[in-house]
């Protein structure tokens, strides 16, 4: 077998793969591999899978790059280096390597004149205390609870939470989903709106492989918003992927967002909620939820 065999992303792969994760914490998305399954196809994702680490490769703007590796801490350096002899001696390329945390930037100290790193604050996740939102209590949460006071004194007794199931909820979400598409309009040059979608098709066609949860708020028995998220035991961390809602609908969006974490993850302390793209109305809202701190991510090129 060669020493470099480059394998592309199958929903078989998962239960294979995950135990690697486990291996190093990062509270930033990345270390979720279902978020790699919902975005396989935007990316064209494929792996180098070693006995104890994975090598991702992603093209990004027409070029092939890279991530992390997903190793433990002290195999990190070891890993780096196996990525770029991959990309200088396979691919006849230097490496670039994305959204790399925090963390990793510091145990790789790498050598700034063979290495740029470059912050991306585009691509922070926000981290945000689990338990205040399940509450919405305190001063800084105060508009939170008056939306979510609205809400229930218009639809108190019109609205149901529901856990939802793959095969008997499938079509509801998507019809919901596309419907969601076009009351927002949103313009994306880089599709990602309709990659998102294809994504989520792609996980809930496949969730007998793939592992996560979600849930949505029924109003008069109609589906009007949706979440679907990951919970990381080990890390107590509630990561949510997707969070739709009829932005129509005063105090929907914190109520959902609320509901989940009591429903989904009832034992979380920390909820990741991704990154805002550099978009200013993303950001604008996660901030009003008082983030406790933002994962750092980095881009680095070799020189």
């Known amino acids: 077998m060669d020493k ?102 510091k145990l790789l100290d790498l050598d700034p004149d063979k290495y740029e790193v470059i912050p991306d604050r585009r691509y922070f996740d926000y981290i945000y205390d689990a338990q205040k939102i399940m509450t919405y209590s305190g001063k800084a949460y105060h508009k939170k609870k008056n939306h979510v006071n609205a809400f229930l004194k218009e639809y108190a007794d019109r609205y149901e939470y529901r856990s939802m199931h793959c095969v008997s909820h499938y079509y509801e979400i998507m019809e919901f989903l596309y419907k969601w598409e076009e009351l927002r309009g949103i313009e994306d040059e880089y599709d990602r709106v309709n990659a998102e979608l294809r994504g989520i098709d792609y996980l809930i066609s496949n969730c007998n492989y793939i592992n996560f949860r979600m849930g949505g708020i029924y109003i008069d028995g109609e589906l009007q918003a949706f979440t679907l998220g990951v919970y990381a035991k080990a890390e107590k961390m509630a990561y949510i992927h997707v969070e739709k809602a009829n932005p129509n609908i005063r105090g929907l969006y914190p109520f959902i967002f609320q509901q989940f974490l009591l429903h989904e993850c009832p034992d979380a302390l920390y909820v990741n909620r991704e990154d805002d793209m550099g978009l200013e109305g993303l950001r604008k809202s996660k901030m009003s939820y008082n983030p406790i701190r933002l994962v750092e991510k980095y881009e680095i090129r070799q020189l």
């Open 4 to 105: 470099y065999e480059l394998r592309e992303l199958h929903k078989e792969d998962f239960e294979r793969i995950l135990p690697l994760f486990k291996q190093r914490y990062t509270g930033a998305v990345e270390s979720i591999l279902t978020s790699y399954y919902m975005w396989k196809n935007f990316y064209r994702t494929s792996y180098l899978l070693f006995d104890d680490a994975l090598i991702w490769l992603l093209e990004v703007d027409g070029e092939i790059g890279t991530q992390a590796p997903v190793c433990s801490k002290d195999k990190l350096q070891h890993y780096f280096l196996q990525a770029q002899e991959y990309f200088n001696d396979v691919l006849g390329q230097k490496m670039t390597l994305y959204l790399c945390d925090g963390e990793a930037v």
